[in-house]
């Protein structure tokens, strides 16, 4: 009766979510989240309520949940069967939970799983692992006095649901390492406590109209309760009934709430089963012995007595069902499994960024050519002779460069050695008036050319610029043996020995930064780890038309030296910080383009519309044409084709 291998899990095509137990809090406050079908995203039913999915490879701290709440480590949602005993009052029957594996499979220290749990997972019958075993209240007195469940002494055959010694039931989900255990009490005594609580209260104060249906209940500190209380036919017990509820307890009120639909078809069908064999049972009994009705001469009223005489009935007797725990363990565990998964967060974006945008479009272009070349090669292989040994390298030499290709695409990958860690440390390093004149070459689009015998320290300084820019403004050659024209490329790396010609160092649009090797007189000591590489170097920043240190510049520029030099700030902190700043003037940038090249708006309306903007000044004036050339050929073609459109071109009113 195992529930093995669960395949009835709602997918998003997406993304895929699965509800999720800690496996170890205090020891693991980060969860890998992932796109893809190889390594799914998980969703924690409330540990907190709303966890954000990145892409691959990012880290999703935990936020902190109440510190009076400890349940995060042990609970994600319970579902229970309860029993009004007319002896003992309201029980927990059965309860099955959620628990997450400690460590995923294959883990090679000593708190893997026994070999016990490895062969119980290849024989797939339903057999308690070492660890539920040890921890089963019907394991011995010493288990029994720990246990947090009611002692034996105060239960009656109603009250009880497994015999004693029996371990429970549990059920691998073998996709998600999730295991489903059922006993009559949680082990746990905070989750004995709760749904104690939700029991007493389902089956006494927390009714519906008519004392047979669903209601729901709760508060943030005891959890949220789903309770759907029913009768069992029985000829013994007064009123040929007795009193029993299905619960499902859980942390998060809104997915409860949601869920709840779902939980009361998927219950409402479990509560009908049982009711169906039990009146089957009670026919039949009743049929074997008519007289027993006179037992209901006495006054019949709508409260709960205890009675004299009569023993309590277990719920097996009712149903004459030797394997109903079993079922309802398998009734649950999918009913917990379903449940988590019907429901998915789905990761709202919004529209896509114009780096997105740029980026999708030269992957695109670098596709298409690429297919070109492998096209043309194939020709070529056909046509071609034979050539002899060696003459292979030197026909490479033809092919297009790796700098050109990457001064296309904009997205190359710099060489393992990171020279430049951030623009924090870039500033630091060259000094705060040669950092704002690079930058303000680099806001501006002027070309920007470093000379450096170490490429690694070229590339690096690249890589740290290239973070100020969107992606489309961005065309690097990252090293090469001449000298490149500034429409080719704004960022050049030239070995020292390049000559660059004298309209382009006289030139107010290009800036030129020499990477001298220091004389050993005037080496100074690494201030941290990160300046040993460039202890060695002396840094020069020329321009034919240097900024004067009173030009006020563009916005973004000392918005960026703020966060900068804002030493409370991190430098993942300042990242973020750089990409708001970037979305917030690409905004501008689509506003004056739309306003300009797509409307045709005369010169005096351009000037109104750059003052509410904020962007008045020359600099930024300056800045939003360059940033203007950043566009995605998308954004551009919805513009103009929204324009065209018969619907845009109708007079307005």
């Known amino acids: 009766m195992l529930l093995d291998g669960f395949m009835c899990v709602t997918k998003c095509v997406a993304l895929r979510i699965r509800f999720f137990f800690f496996p170890s809090p205090r020891k693991r406050q980060a969860l890998d989240l992932q796109y893809g079908r190889r390594c799914p995203a998980r969703l924690i039913w409330k540990w907190p309520c709303v966890l954000l999915c990145r892409r691959e490879g990012a880290r999703v701290i935990l936020p902190s ?40 499979q294959g883990a090679g220290n000593g708190d893997s799983p026994g070999q016990g749990e490895q062969a119980e997972e ?27 469940g009611p002692k034996k002494s105060d239960m009656c055959e109603g009250c009880r649901s497994l015999a004693a010694g029996h371990p429970g039931y549990i059920s691998h989900d073998k996709e998600t390492s999730i295991k489903y255990v059922s006993h009559q009490h949680p082990n746990h005594p905070q989750l004995f406590s709760i749904v104690r609580q939700a029991c007493v209260r389902s089956l006494s104060c927390e009714v519906c109209p008519g004392r047979e249906g669903p209601i729901f209940f709760g508060d943030e500190q005891h959890g949220f309760v789903f309770s759907h209380t029913f009768f069992i036919k029985d000829s013994l017990a007064r009123g040929f009934q007795r009193w029993y509820s299905i619960i499902a307890i859980m942390m998060d009120r809104i997915y409860l709430i949601n869920s709840w639909p779902f939980l009361l078809g998927k219950i409402r069908g479990i509560i009908d089963e049982l009711q169906g064999k039990a009146l089957k049972v009670f026919e039949t009994e009743q049929f074997g012995c008519p007289q027993r009705a006179q037992r209901m001469n006495t006054a019949f009223t709508p409260f709960l007595h205890q009675r004299n005489g009569n023993a309590a009935r277990s719920l097996t007797s009712l149903t004459s069902d030797d394997n109903l725990w079993a079922c309802l363990h398998t009734s649950f565990a999918w009913l917990l499994k379903a449940c988590g998964s019907r429901l998915t967060e789905k990761l709202l974006e919004g529209a896509p960024t114009e780096d997105t945008l740029v980026q999708m479009e030269k992957l695109a272009d670098l596709e298409e050519e690429s297919e070109s070349w492998d096209n043309s090669e194939a020709e070529e292989e056909e046509k071609a002779p034979v050539l002899p040994e060696g003459a292979e390298g030197r026909e490479l030499t033809k092919c297009p460069t790796d700098s050109s290709l990457l001064s296309d695409c904009g997205n190359w990958q710099p060489r393992k050695l990171s020279v430049f860690k951030s623009l924090r440390h870039m500033r630091q390093v060259l000094g705060a008036p040669s950092f704002r004149m690079l930058a303000w070459h680099v806001l501006m689009g002027n070309q920007v050319i470093w000379k450096s015998r170490d490429a690694d320290l070229v590339q690096s300084a690249f890589e740290v610029l290239r973070t100020m820019l969107p992606v ?176 845009a071109s109708e007079p307005r009113n």
């Not at 460039?534 to 321009?543: N, W």
């Not at 800045?623 to 324009?643: A, I, N, P, R």
């Open 65 to 104: 949940v109440k510190a009076s709440c400890c349940l995060q480590d042990t609970m994600n949602a319970i579902v229970a069967l309860c029993h009004f005993c007319e002896l003992h009052g309201p029980r927990t029957l059965f309860c099955t939970e959620v628990l997450h594996a400690p460590l995923p």
């Open 122 to 148: 290849e024989e797939g019958g339903i057999q308690m692992s070492s660890r539920i075993r040890a921890h089963s209240p019907a394991e011995g007195a010493s288990a029994e006095s720990s246990s947090p």
């Open 472 to 647: 489309g403004c961005v065309r690097i050659i990252p090293y090469s043996n001449q000298y490149e024209e500034a429409y080719r490329c704004n960022f050049l790396g030239l070995s020292p020995h390049v000559q660059i010609p004298s309209h382009v160092l006289a030139s107010e649009f290009a800036v030129v930064v020499e990477a001298h090797s220091a004389p050993r007189s005037s080496l100074h000591p690494a201030r941290c780890e990160d300046d040993q590489s460039l202890s060695k170097y002396e840094f020069v920043v020329t321009s034919g038309s240097p900024v004067a240190a009173d030009r006020v510049g563009p916005t973004i520029l000392n918005k960026m030296e703020a966060a900068l030099t804002n030493q409370n700030l991190s430098v993942g902190v300042v990242d973020q910080c750089l990409v708001c700043l970037k979305e917030e003037w690409m905004n501008k940038v689509k506003v004056l383009f739309k306003f300009t090249k797509v409307d045709s708006r005369p010169k005096e309306d351009t000037q109104k519309l750059l003052s509410i903007l904020g962007a008045s000044e020359e600099d930024n004036v300056k800045l939003l044409k360059f940033w203007m050339t950043g566009l995605s050929k998308t954004y551009k073609s919805h513009l103009m084709s929204t324009v065209r459109s018969p619907t």
